[in-house]
């Protein structure tokens, strides 16, 4: 059947930041699939020449509202692998519990908030307080939890304000950890109830397969389902490449239909995020998220986009249950004070971690002082912008017939699947170092 | 009398402050009882060109976005300037200390950086392009300081801001003083009203709510002087979120 589409998304809704949709089809031939990134660059590089070592985080933890913890970490890392600076394996791990509290909120209030309208056919979660009370009241307790978890140990609930490089500036007492352990395990119920609520219309998630690259962190010693720490993989490479020579892993270049870099390792694209998290490192998961991953039917090598939601409530399962052992072993050795002074030196070097919606890379260069003189900063969505073009080329033929509405619902639900932060992505660059 | 029709639009920020309303909870379904939310891109997929109050978050860093903004307060009979980015320009306005913003480009697109979808001009607070009605401070926004806001204007009353400095917000709560800790904290010139978040976490104020409308500029070089350190070293702070403002401790 012929069909002719003409569909010009502007501003996808229900997606952080801004992008676009353009599809033009005449007659069944397909004429132009493009998504594109409008969104206002920041220019967060330029920013942070001539601060502090001691102001990064400050800085570039506004990149991302909703992934500001990740920003803050992975630039405090940064900073301190240039300055020499040593933390203790008490902060390191507060700071994991601070890492994990964020892939939570992150995570669920992209599946409950985002996601979830998609699949049971409305345009927002306000109607869906109706259709499913008891689910989108599971989902408000749980990303509640996540909130006042980060409230606890980042100080807040967005742009944390206990992280300095060396360690942190405050540390929760052992009484309110058992308090939160507490709470955690008593969220149990709610994470069942949120995944049984998806599963129930899991049917709806298309079924489209697009067999690609799936690049995250990966730890051996010991294994870890890592978000923090590790090296770089992916499903198309055995090895490991360190986190310090991730620009030869993304090897980023501009694109004319956006505002953000893209990126491609062994392959024309490759895609970041909580699918390619799992599908290099499931065999690592908590045994609850390894159940809930199986009554999805989500197995190794799964190459569907849309899955990357249900591997998202896979790893928020992971999280919860992983950090109630966490606090187990902090409590074990009890809470110590900490004073840690730093003192500025040269240097250069990179900081990575995940973030809820794949690897992030920050590299900063100090002058003797400590003042920035450059910055290269490579975010998780831009590593995904190629991936959609991709999928939108291979997607669009195949749902043509189904005309332009279903067209241009499945293709926002395909942007959405990846969870893109794009207010974020419009900084990834080549800081070409001007002095 | 029919519901209040309330419309929220993003420009270049985190988005921070508007996940803060998600963040509300349970309490964001209250809020939705008593207004009609028509706009709000992030969480919902309905658009409408008719609304009573317009909720700006972000710079305005385009021409572009400038004419969408004016358009915006055309329709809106009143207008919120919602955290930092909007209210004084925040971090946005560091690239304003470069001389030159075709540098500021080349530093993050190099070779590219004349492609004109990469266009830029010098970041302006809300209240440099349209005139703002009210304002929520801070980066981020505190969830209760909005709902106040929102409640006194529902209700038809003046929302009061303080403004006086955090450090007498600081002092309320007994925590130490972080310049004794040898940090440049910038509570003696910030406007309070975040309950002296950052320095309750052992953190210095880098000045997010934006200055006080009479800033002790006195008090602030007594305590500099007092711990051996310089307007420089003040200076160095004030930049993060208070690039090129008036009034302040230069003059």
Sequence with gaps: MAKTVNINVHHVTRVEGHGNIVVNATNGKIEKVQWQVPEAPRFFEAMVRGRSYEDIQTIVSRICG?????HSLASTKAVENALG?????????????????????????HVGYLVAPDLFGLPSVVPLVAKAPDAVMAVIRLHRLANEWSDLIAGRTTHPVTLKPGGLTKFPTEKELRELQQRLKNSVGDLKAVAAAVLSVAGNLPNFTRE?????????????????????????????VSIHDWQSVANEYVSDQSTAKWTKWHRDSYTVGALARFNNNAPLLSPMAKD?????GLTQGCCNPFMNSVAQIVEAVHVVETSIEMIDELL????????????????KASGCVEA??????????????????????????????????KDFEKFVPEILDEGEDAVRLKLEMLVRSYDPCISCSTHMLNVEFVR | MSKPKIAIFDFACCEGCQLQFVNLEEELLDLIGVADVVEWREAMSEKSEEYDIAIIEGSITRLEDEERLKLI??????????????TIGGVNKLKNNFDDLDEVKKCVYGKDSKKPHLATQPTKAVDEVVDVDFYVHGCPIDRKEFTYIVRCLLLGKTPEIPDFPVCVECKAKGNPCLWQYGQVCLGPIIRAGCGARCPSNGFRCFGC??????????????????FGLTVDHLKTKMVLFGSRQEPTIYG
């Design chain 1, 356 to 389: 809820p919606r794949g690897i992030l890379f920050h590299q900063y260069e100090f002058d003797r002082k400590g003042n920035c003189v450059g910055a290269d900063i490579c975010i998780p969505t831009n590593q995904n912008h190629a991936a959609i073009q």
């Design chain 2, 209 to 226: 709510r934006g200055y006080t409308s009479n800033p002790n500029v006195d008090a602030a070089k007594e305590v500099i002087d007092k």
């Design chain 1, 85 to 109: 600076i040593q933390v203790s394996e008490q902060a390191d791990k507060v700071r994991i519990l601070m890492h994990y509290s964020e892939q939570l909120q992150s995570h669920i209030l």
């Design chain 2, 73 to 86: 307060r055309s329709r809106a009979k009143v207008l919120i300037a919602l955290g930092a980015c909007a």
């Design chain 1, 292 to 296: 809930v991953a199986r009554m999805f």
């Design chain 1, 66 to 70: 909703i992934c500001s913890i990740t």
């Design chain 1, 212 to 240: 690609t690259e799936y690049v995250s962190l990966k730890q051996d010693n010991p294994p870890t389902y890592t978000f923090y720490h590790g090296d770089i993989t992916s499903t198309d490479y055995d090895g490991a």
């Design chain 1, 332 to 347: 074990t050795k009890g809470i110590k004070p900490e004073s840690v002074k730093t003192s500025p030196r040269a240097g």
